[in-house]
Nanobody
């Protein structure tokens, strides 16, 4: 079981920056791939960025490449999302996700409660 708590959301003007953090409790944090997803009003939840557990490989949605950076600290059980050059279309509730597949082929997903990011034009 993994509990996730996000922080760092807020209101920012277009072109500004925010840094989101996600603190994880539970065991074996480094065995989980960590990701950020977002959901704008009236829309479905979409992938933003992800980072693998052990080797730190990253992946980004095309809409945020070059602007957002995901990182993790396995010693502190945290994952962060640095968001630069923010646009009004980045406005959404951002969710932290922890994912792993076990040796039997079962998948485990855990979610935080979400943090609001609002970008004004």
């Amino acid at each position: 079981q993994v509990q996730l708590v996000e922080s760092g959301g807020g209101l920012v003007q277009a072109g500004g920056s925010l840094r989101l953090s996600c603190a994880a409790s539970g065991r074996s944090f480094s065995s989980y791939a960590m990701g950020w997803f977002r959901q704008a009003p009236g829309q479905g939840r979409e992938f933003v960025a992800a980072i693998t557990g052990s080797d730190g490989r990253t992946d980004y949605a095309d809409s945020v490449k070059g602007r957002f950076t995901i990182s993790r600290d396995n010693a502190r059980n945290t994952v962060s999302l640095q968001m630069n050059s923010l646009k009004p279309e980045d406005t959404a509730v951002y969710y932290c996700n922890a994912h792993r597949d076990d040796e039997r082929g079962y998948s485990y997903d855990y979610w935080g409660q979400g943090t609001q990011v609002t970008v004004s034009s």
